[in-house]
Structures are given as structure tokens and as C-alpha cells.
């Protein structure tokens, strides 16, 4: 193994232990968004948006207004029609640290997140989504109107025909950066770096976007549809909720077994 590709969360887990090699200084690099810095042993090659995706014809056939806040999924006309993933998954970790932020929690303080989801979220919740891939099967079978999602899965999976939109609520979509690092100790070392650094070049950027991942290159330029469906241009990622990963990393096992004893059992 040369490169890994994954989720901020893992990533930070990665370079905890010792895993990626120190990225060799490239020009590219001073373009990339402060979001998607990890400390010269990583780069973000891809943004994603965790929010509200919601069946727009199931919305408007019921009546309902789409969803604008996070507080807004606690409403009781969504019982047994809502899902995320559970905390074994990244979805089910922003839903738990915005439930928290939005009703005075942090990271730091999860109490606040843990009371709503158990009392007030868990009611409209028809099951725990056990992948993105049972996600979009669950909205495809009409199990469920309303998800938090990222906005590259509600993007692929409106591109499909599906009525499906994507909301950033008012408090703030999560962001969520899939990075690469080159592993320590590989036997192409300099192939490592310098596909790393490719990942993250305009061009290579531009192709991401039509895949769903929002640029980290901040001279990447997109265009109509395109840069309206990804998270796209300094000023909207800077309304992206950045999570502390290392705390969460720290606390995410206690987190679980409590997740598991009081909210999916």
C-alpha cells in the first residue's frame, strides 16, 4: 500500500498512529483550503457536506416545507420517517455533535446531544442505516422521507432521477473531507507524493466536482449546476462546521457503548 484515501475522522486516527508520511512542500499545496489541512501529513482532496436530505414529492405531496434546521428532524410528523446512520458511522457522528452544538453542547459537552436524540429524535427514526447503500434503498422504497446525508450521496442519488434535494441548515452543515496521505516505509515514495499532490490539482479537482466532492483547491473553478450541487468557493466552505477529531477519536468508543445502551437498542 502506497496512498490511503479516506475520511477526515480515520485520517486523523492515521496520522495519530504513525501512518502518513510527512507530504513533501509542493506549490499546489498553498491553494488548498485551510479546511482540508492535516498538519503536513495529509491533504484534503474532497469536500462533502453533512445535512438534511429530504423526497421533495413525498414533501410536497404531504404538505411540508423542507427542513431548515437541525431541530427541525425532532418534529413528530417525521415519526418512522426519518434515518441516518448510527454512531458507527460518520452521518450518525455529525448527527450526534450537531444535536449537541445546537441545543449548547460541544464536542467537549455530548450531554446536550445524547438528551435530544434519545427524547426527541428517536421517535421519528425507522431504523439505523446500516450503509450509505441501505440509505438510498430505504429513500428509493419509500421506508423514509427525510435523512442527514452527505450532499455527494443526495447529489449521485438525484442524478439517478430520484426527487431528492439537499439542505444546509441554518446552523450549519458539517463538513466532511475525504483526505490522502502517503503511508511511511512504501516502496514508491516519490510516485506517493507526487500522485498525492496530483489528486489535488485544479484539474483533477474539476472532475471530483462531477463525482460530488467539493473542491479543496481554492483555484478550482466550477460552473453552473456543478458548482451549485457541491460545496463550492471560500466563503461557503467557511460556514462548514468543523469537527474536533480529536477529541471525538478520543471519545468515540464511550460514545458508542452509550449510543448502544440508550439510543439503539
Partial sequence: ??????DDGPMYQAIQYGYCETLTKAPVYSDVYEA??????????????TG???NKAAFEKKGWTA????NDLTD???????????LSGTYGVHTLLMFARVNGGSEKNIEPGFDAIGKKLVPNVLSWSSSPAALAEMFHNRDVDVAVWGSSRAYALKKTGFPLEFV?????????????????QNNAMEQSQAFVQHLVSPQVQQWLATEGWGPTNSKTKLEGELAQNVPYGPDFIKKLVRVDWDVVNQKRSEWTNRWNRTIER
Avoid: D, H
Fill in 1 to 6: 500500500m502506497n496512498v490511503v484515501i479516506v
Fill in 36 to 49: 482540508a489541512r492535516f498538519g503536513g501529513k495529509a491533504i484534503g482532496v474532497g469536500l462533502v457536506a
Fill in 52 to 54: 438534511i436530505a429530504y
Fill in 67 to 70: 427542513p431548515q434546521s437541525w
Fill in 76 to 86: 413528530p410528523k417525521y415519526k418512522q420517517r426519518f434515518t441516518t446512520s448510527s
Fill in 168 to 184: 444546509y441548515p441554518k446552523e450549519g452543515a458539517v463538513a466532511l473531507v475525504t483526505a490522502a496521505c502517503p503511508v511511511v
